[in-house]
């Protein structure tokens, strides 16, 4: 990248991500070629889990969460950060990017999905989750759904539903409405050319077979059920109060 261009994105970058209280967006000092201090680019980083690979055991087993996260996910981040160099996208935060990205954007469209739909999915997991969500977000459940077990189902059969690989999805819809939807590949609500229907994902389940096939195979139904033992609905309550 040339410094002007460089420094001319720098300065359009806007830290933070409104609607994303639990995905950070790093930054990372450039070095080495001599303009410390001036330097300053911005990348997308692989965030930590927050939790051992292996404490969602026996419902996520290690192996796939060390894979998933080291390797898929690491590798959505680098794709990512190489795509955004030079693009019209670079220096726009996720939400920026989704509300612009359209089709023919292959790479920052998969990448970009991957990197937020994978920090989404981390943080919505927790060892000690599962249970039923309190307060609001509970209240919201029943109000929209009918019941906790009237979304479950629907949310597992769109889960199911999805035709290859792709997401499950509860969002906030910008009528501040709760709905269930999906995605394919890793494209999300967010994306607005590209899904019918806005949204600021909730909660997610990644469908893929990478997420679930050394331990459950083809069982995708079985991974979906025992995906909510270790939903983290104190995390889902959060991005819920954070959009009504
Ligand atoms: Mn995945």
């Not at 292959?106 to 981390?122: D, M, P, Q």
């Not at 967010?190 to 909730?202: A, D, S, W």
Request: aromatic share 12%; glycine share 12%; with cysteine.
């Amino acid at each position: 990248m040339k410094k002007r261009d460089f420094l001319k994105l720098t300065g359009a970058f806007t830290a933070g991500m409104l609607l994303s209280p639990m995905i950070s967006c790093g930054s990372k000092e450039e070095s080495g070629d001599g303009h410390e201090g001036e330097n300053q680019a911005t990348e997308f980083t692989l965030p930590e889990l927050g939790y051992a690979f292996d404490s969602l055991a026996p419902n996520i087993d290690k192996e796939t969460m060390e894979i998933h996260h080291g390797k898929h996910h690491a590798g959505y981040v680098r794709k990512l950060n190489a795509a955004l160099e030079g693009s019209a996208f670079a220096g726009m935060s996720l939400e920026e990017i989704f509300a612009k990205v359209g089709e023919e954007d292959t790479a920052i469209r998969n990448n970009g999905g991957g990197h937020y739909n994978h920090s989404l999915f981390w943080s919505i997991m927790s060892p000690s989750g599962g249970g039923l969500p309190k307060g609001d977000l509970g209240d919201a459940l029943n109000g929209t759904f009918g019941s906790f077990d009237a979304f479950k189902e629907a949310f597992s059969n769109e889960a199911k539903g999805v035709f290859g690989s792709g997401w499950a999805w509860l969002c906030m819809g910008e009528d501040k409405k709760l709905f269930i939807t999906g995605t394919p590949n890793q494209d999300n609500p967010l994306m607005g050319n590209l899904v019918e229907k806005i949204g600021t994902p909730l909660l997610g389940i990644d469908v893929w077979e990478h997420a679930y096939y050394l331990n459950y195979q083809n069982m995708r139904g079985d991974y979906i059920v025992n995906f909510f033992n270790v939903i983290n609905w104190e995390a889902v309550a959060e991005r819920f109060k954070a959009l009504a």
